[in-house]
């Protein structure tokens, strides 16, 4: 059974950073691409940025290009994002799955990560 634990969140001001980490289980997670979402209050989830499982290429929304870093440790089962450069927008609930660009269907959502950037 696929199990995805996010971490990391909280209250960050604009500017700041955060760094966000996914443990995951049940899955051969060397072999697999993965991703973050992140879901505002009243607003769909949306796809952040994603990393291949062969090669390590990254690819990100474009209203974190630059300020966003997605990146992975096969040896721990953990997928990573670096946040900087924070802006209120950026303020939701920050989730991981399998995928690259897309959600791996089947696989059930973890609990997410609350994410605030604030004064």
């Known amino acids: 059974q696929v199990q995805l634990v996010e971490s990391g969140g909280g209250l960050a001001q604009p500017g700041g950073s955060l760094r966000l980490s996914c443990a995951a289980s049940g899955f051969l997670f060397s072999n697999a691409d993965m991703s973050w979402y992140r879901q505002a209050p009243g607003k769909e989830r949306e796809w952040v940025a994603g990393?291949?499982?062969?090669?390590?290429?990254?690819t990100y929304a474009g209203s974190v290009k630059g300020r966003f870093t997605i990146s992975r440790d096969d040896a721990k089962n953990t997928v990573y994002l670096q946040m900087n450069s924070l802006r209120p927008d950026d303020t939701a609930m920050y989730y991981c799955h399998r995928g690259y660009t897309m959600p791996v269907r089947g696989d059930n959502w973890g609990r997410g990560t609350q994410v605030t950037v604030s004064y």
């Open positions: 990393i291949g499982w062969s090669d390590d290429i990254t």
